[in-house]
């Protein structure tokens, strides 16, 4: 594949006139030089560090030439991925394994998150406002009160929740592709 690459880039550097003067002529020059010298090898062992530097008991999925597993991360060296699947260790050697990602994981929009608190304290301090006026309290207030402040803070952690919520999606990172 790596071969194929770098005939690909040999190509595309001989039509001259299909690509601009400048840097990006530059940058495909280098990559097609750098391609053609590099080990088959090498550019999955690049890429193989951030397995290594994983946090060990996330859970991560791994997809090899047969098939597509859920597997929880235990340690990566040179040549081998250890996981677990309950109480059993299972090693996979690096040549094996295609792609590394982590679990789904839910990603929100932390400025919709913090628009979602502000409009919940807005509404929350004005709704709070409004109860403090217009209570009529002869034996005690301790329901008012308790209404006053479920709305000052209840509202802002509930507003900033469902914004964040809203704007989530669920999405797999990619810790290691093997090229």
């Given at each position: 594949?790596?071969?194929?690459?770098?005939?690909?880039?040999?190509?595309?550097?001989?039509?001259?006139?299909?690509?601009?003067?400048?840097?990006?002529?530059?940058?495909?020059?280098?990559?097609?030089?750098?391609?053609?010298?590099?080990?088959?090898?090498?550019?999955?062992?690049?890429g193989?560090?951030?397995?290594?530097?994983?946090?060990?008991?996330?859970?991560?999925?791994?997809?090899?030439?047969?098939?597509?597993?859920?597997?929880?991360?235990?340690?990566?060296?040179?040549?081998?991925?250890?996981?677990?699947?309950?109480?059993?260790?299972?090693?996979?050697?690096?040549?094996?394994?295609?792609?590394?990602?982590?679990?789904?994981?839910?990603?929100?929009?932390?400025?919709?998150?913090?628009?979602?608190?502000?409009?919940?304290?807005?509404?929350?301090?004005?709704?709070?406002?409004?109860?403090?006026?217009?209570?009529?309290?002869?034996?005690?207030?301790?329901?008012?009160?308790?209404?006053?402040?479920?709305?000052?803070i209840?509202?802002?952690?509930?507003?900033?929740?469902?914004?964040?919520?809203?704007?989530?999606?669920?999405?797999?990172?990619?810790?290691?592709?093997?090229?």
């Amino acid at each position: 594949m790596r071969e194929l690459c770098a005939a690909g880039l040999t190509v595309l550097l001989c039509a001259q006139p299909l690509l601009a003067e400048g840097p990006l002529e530059r940058s495909v020059e280098r990559e097609a030089s750098r391609l053609a010298v590099e080990p088959p090898g090498a550019a999955g062992t690049s890429g193989w560090r951030a397995v290594r530097d994983f946090t060990p008991g996330r859970l991560i999925m791994i997809t090899t030439m047969t098939a597509t597993t859920t597997r929880t991360f235990v340690s990566a060296d040179d040549s081998t991925l250890t996981v677990t699947h309950g109480s059993v260790v299972e090693r996979l050697a690096m040549d094996d394994v295609l792609v590394v990602t982590t679990g789904p994981m839910r990603h929100g929009s932390a400025l919709a998150a913090v628009g979602g608190t502000l409009a919940g304290l807005w509404l929350g301090s004005g709704l709070a406002y409004g109860l403090a006026e217009n209570a009529r309290c002869h034996d005690g207030c301790g329901g008012v009160q308790f209404a006053m402040l479920t709305a000052m803070i209840g509202l802002p952690i509930m507003g900033g929740m469902g914004a964040w919520l809203l704007t989530s999606r669920f999405r797999e990172d990619v810790i290691y592709r093997r090229l």
